[in-house]
Structures are given as C-alpha cells and as structure tokens.
C-alpha cells in the first residue's frame, strides 16, 4: 500500500506540470491569433468605412433609433461605472475576494481605456460620420465628444468585459453581444466610422490584458 500511495504521488506533480504547459501553450496561441487578426481587422475596418456609414444611412427607421438611443445611454461609462460599483459591493459585502479583484479590475480597465481614448482623440481630431466636413482627418482640436476616434462608447464596454474574460470566459462570453450591440447602436447613429469602433475594441481588449496581467494573474492561474 505504500508504495502504491507512493507512486500514485508522484504521478500528481506531472499531471499539474502536463496542465501548465497546456494552459501557457494555450495562452501563447491566443496571443499569436491576436496579433495577426488585430492588424487584418483594423485594415478591414477602414476599408469598409464609407460602404458601412452608406448602409447605415439607407436603413433608418424611428423606432431603431429610438432603441439604438437606448442602448447608447446604457453603453457609455456612466452606465458601466455604475454596473461595476454595484457589483463590486455587492461581492465585498459578501466577502468574495476572488470577485472584487475582478471587478475593481474591470473598473481599472475600463479607466484606463478612457483616458486612452480622450488623448488619442484630441491628438487625432476626426469628425464625426453626421458631421459634414471636407477634413476626413485633423481639423480643429475641439472637445473629444465632438471627435469620432475612436469610441469612447466600444472602448469603455470592451476594456470592462473583456478584463472579465481573462478570469471567467464563458460569463464574458454571455455579455459579448452588449459590446457589439453598442457599437452597432454608435455607426447607426451616425456617431462613429466602423473603424472608430474596431480600434476602440482591439484598444480596450489591450488596457484589459495590462490590467489582467498585474491584478488578475492568480485567479486566471487557479481558474
């Protein structure tokens, strides 16, 4: 009997060595997709910009509208701020410390982003899609909310998200069509070139994984 224990222990080690690898092997291959898919996206995305906004303009209706206003007030950061501090209340007062990591690390995100987003978009003036102006780029640098790139909208919601993603997939996975209806909602209102919120993605998902990596490791790891 003890030298069965005896063997039976040293199989454990190698099974959580064989587990790690798989995982890191795992993490290695997303992070190589990602790299190569970001670029092809964000070329994409400007390619099509004037093919989306004409599609957008050509398919308008009261009632989306309205609905797309909606999903608008909901999809900025106020609205996002006030999710993620309920949330992590409500995991504080329950004394999960797994939960108000992650949620504090959504909150950091979607900060980061945020600020991300208002240096790039008074660095980079771009009208918005509604506003008829012969400068595509540059212009006059005036408030970031009159500036299209990148969303502000897309950016807060996919840094929030996808920091949640890192540590519990199949829940960020359930809450991906709240991004992408956001940014549906941003290019139907005239606020937003398709590139405007494909940049804004890719960018929030960035400020998520610098999050991650300092505040989220341990629970990815135990995950």
Known sequence: MRIADFTEALKIPSVKSDWNLFVKRNAASYSLIGIVIAPIAIAASFHFDDSVRDFMA?????????????????????????????????????????????????????????????????????PRPSVHSELRWGGQRSSSKYQAFPSGHVLASMAFFSALFFTKRRIALACLPIPILIAFSRMYLGAHYLSDVVCAAVLGILCALLVAHFLLREIANSE
């Not at 909606?70 to 995991?91: E, K, Q, R």
């Open 58 to 126: 050509q398919h308008q209706s009261r009632a989306m509208r309205n609905f797309m206003r909606y999903v608008s007030l909901f999809g900025d950061w106020p609205g996002h701020t006030a999710l993620g501090l309920i949330l992590l209340a409500i995991a504080w007062i329950r004394g999960s410390k797994n939960w108000t990591r992650i949620f504090l690390s959504m909150l950091i995100a979607m900060s980061i982003a945020g600020l991300a987003g208002s240096v790039i978009k008074r660095a980079i003036p771009r």
